[in-house]
RNA sequence: GGCCCCGUAGCUCAGUGGAUAGAGCAACAGCCUUCUAAGCUGUGGGUCGAACGUUCGAGUCGUUCCGGGGUCACCA
């Protein structure tokens, strides 16, 4: 985005509160061509990119499409623009140097300095400003009739990342979940419990509740499948035998009296909705996850309705012979679509139209996210169009924020099948693995007890977020085991030790100097690993930007996952400590404040947090 | 079958139409008397699924094909 013409009048220094290098440098150039050539130039007329590590120099211009139009040789082109381009912004670069048909330019060493002084402590680095657009993030949104598992997981760093990462772009989120809490599934948990329970309790048994309640929904299938084996054995088809099995015909029994309002049912609904939230909660505490709002369907699932009548007088919708109510999308290649049973109930999709409706009603919206697995691409395209038929004002603002299953290496997860990675053993796994690690290394044998236990979630978690953060949401990933429980290389533990190094050094060296208040980070020649370390710092801000715009959490971690990596080979490379010089000490003080904020700030993006030590 | 997504190193993944396609893991070889070795440095490993096409230039865009997945319920 760009907010202003450069103008020699101010100084390059103060285009780094407004503006990135890169929209300073594609300016400078723009302008630079103008005063050269005598006509105007845009910034699709030539390509601005990273100069690769092998030649020098920091941005480059690729000259070749302005070759064409100029008709100029790459290299006389490149040489004249590049001797324009220094002159006009003498203070902002130091030199550039032609190599076929790309420009190479280096920003000067003094503006890099003035970057770090200007922003080293800055904990809102790269984060933009309040946009006044509303954004509601709907994430997680489980059902209650089992516990979460590893897609949960996926679904929930997703959304609630994306939210941050929104947030640091300037827009005001609303975090939502829709709970799944009534339907025929949770009516299988209730009757097994009635079955087999014999009056047991989470609080009687010793067990987390969505894991007691999980437990009875799996009793169910079991009893479901031996009945219906029964019955096949008694010469009854397997059809026959599906629907006929008693088990089966009381639940459906059950669900009815549900929807009439049996007191003795929604007693035993309440009841273990009650033990299933008191298990999430845990588990949502655990992770980090959390609602500003929470829409229950049961308050929901009626909703929806008034439009299908809305829509038949204005012949959007139409009505079949036995009652059902349907909405034509062939035009736009999707098919029929039911939107009200011949009963009358209301199928999914017209609790999602009512739900739309009631979020843009109620908080104004300037546009919903919906985190929401790949396999419901279809529904997501189908509910945008009847929005957009039955001509409400919002179908535009809607986004489907789809993301790939977890699959295992074994294969998909299959609940019934047993297959599933639980979400609380997971987490569970990955602390016990963080304590492991700690304790061979035995770098803080003086934590307390509390200190440890802390770490461990921060590490474990952090492992975990950072696995299933770093992939791009739109692929299926595949869950490897041995893999995610690495703490080496690409991971969430080598972007906190990281951070944690850093603040080993700066506690030394604290003692004696004030690290946080720098008086002039004196000029002087850069070495290429702290020129390159002030350049990676300057892109954050881009990087929140991009982020944002594809909602991405896996920018961000590629990103600080390549800072990390720079800053340690800075760090093997050269002494902060003891420095060369009292200068080139408060240089990489600077640095390295900077690199371990920016660090924070953007783990803060994926839910991560740091350890100051580890 | 229609529509949608994916195919890059042994494995897991990066890669805004631009220079010799990059990381991590795994393998191998080095580096702890100096700021945390959960680290650093190096080596090996690729017909970017295939073929055409567009372009000065294609892993990236288009078409076709091959392979994998998803989806097309009076389920949620």
């Not at 780094?16 to 006509?39: D, E, N, P, T």
């Not at 120099?57 to 100029?70: H, P, S």
């Not at 829409?295 to 012979?321: A, C, H, M, P, R």
């Not at 300037?366 to 929401?372: A, E, G, N, R, T």
Request: aromatic share 10%; proline share 3%.
């Amino acid at each position: 985005m760009v907010y202003c013409q450069p103008n020699d009048n101010i100084r390059p220094i103060i285009y780094f509160r407004i503006m990135s290098f890169i929209s300073y440098i594609q300016l400078s150039a723009i302008k630079s061509l103008s005063q050269l050539y005598g006509q105007a130039f845009s910034e699709n007329d030539f390509q601005l990119n990273e100069t690769k590590p092998e030649f020098e120099g920091d941005y480059t211009i690729v000259l070749f499409v302005l070759v064409k139009a100029l008709k100029k040789s790459p290299e006389v082109l490149g040489k004249e623009l590049g001797e324009q381009i220094l002159k006009d912004h003498p203070d902002f670069f130091s030199g550039y140097n032609v190599i076929k048909g790309f420009l190479n330019l280096t920003i000067d060493d003094q503006q890099l300095t003035s970057l770090l002084e200007e922003n080293y402590t800055d904990e809102n680095f790269g984060k933009k400003e309040p946009n006044h657009q509303k954004v509601m993030v709907e994430y997680s949104s489980p059902n209650t009739n089992k516990p979460l598992h590893l897609g949960h997981l996926r679904n929930n760093f997703l959304g609630w990342s994306v939210a941050e990462i929104l947030k640091a772009n300037g827009n005001e989120v609303i975090k939502t979940s829709i709970v799944n809490d009534r339907g025929i599934h949770i009516c299988k948990s209730m009757i097994a419990w009635e079955m087999f329970a014999h009056g047991e309790t989470p609080d009687l048994t010793n067990e987390k509740g969505d894991h007691f309640v999980g437990d009875y929904y799996v009793k169910f299938n079991d009893e479901y499948k031996k009945e219906v084996e029964e019955l096949i054995s008694e010469g009854k088809t397997k059809e026959v035998a599906e629907k006929e099995a008693p088990v089966m015909k009381k639940t459906q029994q059950m669900l009815l009296d549900w929807e009439q309002a049996k007191p003795e049912v929604r007693e035993l609904w309440k009841l273990m909705n009650g033990w299933v939230y008191k298990g999430f909660d845990e588990t949502y505490k655990r992770i980090g996850s959390d609602f500003d709002k929470t829409f229950y369907e049961s308050n929901t699932y009626l909703l929806g309705k008034d439009f299908v009548k809305e829509g038949l007088e204005k012949n959007i919708l139409f009505k079949k012979e036995d009652g059902s109510v349907w909405i034509d999308l062939s035009d736009k290649n999707l098919d029929e679509k039911l939107v009200l049973r011949s009963d009358g109930t209301s199928v999914y999709i017209t609790q999602d139209i009512g739900l739309a409706q009631q979020k843009f009603e109620e908080y104004h919206l300037d546009k919903s996210i919906y985190v929401i697995g790949d396999e419901q691409l279809h529904h997501m395209k189908v509910l945008k169009e009847i929005i957009r038929k039955l001509g409400m004002p919002f179908a535009d603002k809607i986004f489907h924020l789809s993301y790939g299953m977890v699959e295992l290496t074994t294969g998909k997860m299959k609940s019934r099948e047993g297959t599933v990675v639980d979400a609380d053993d997971l987490i569970d796994e990955m602390v016990a693995t963080a304590e492991k690690h700690t304790e061979e290394l035995g770098k803080v044998n003086d934590f307390s007890k509390e200190e440890l236990e802390e770490l461990y979630e921060i590490l474990g978690l952090g492992a975990m977020k950072f696995y299933l953060l770093r992939v791009d949401p739109k692929k299926r990933m595949i869950f490897n085991p041995e893999e995610s429980i690495d703490f080496h290389g690409f991971t969430g533990p080598f972007v906190q030790y990281t951070y944690a190094r850093i603040q080993s050094i700066l506690r030394k060296i604290g003692s004696d100097e004030p690290v946080l208040n720098i008086d002039g980070i004196p000029a002087g020649k850069l070495l290429p690993l702290e020129r390159q370390l002030i350049i990676m710092l300057e892109k954050y801000g881009n990087i929140i930007l991009d982020a944002g715009e594809e909602m991405n959490p896996s920018i961000i971690a590629n990103y600080v996952f390549n800072l990390a990596k720079l800053y340690n080979s800075f760090y093997a490379e050269h002494s902060v400590a003891n420095a060369e010089s009292s200068e080139k000490k408060k240089l990489r003080i600077a640095i390295s404040v900077m690199t371990s904020g920016v660090i924070k700030s953007g783990l803060q993006l994926l839910g991560i947090k740091v350890p100051e030590r580890m």
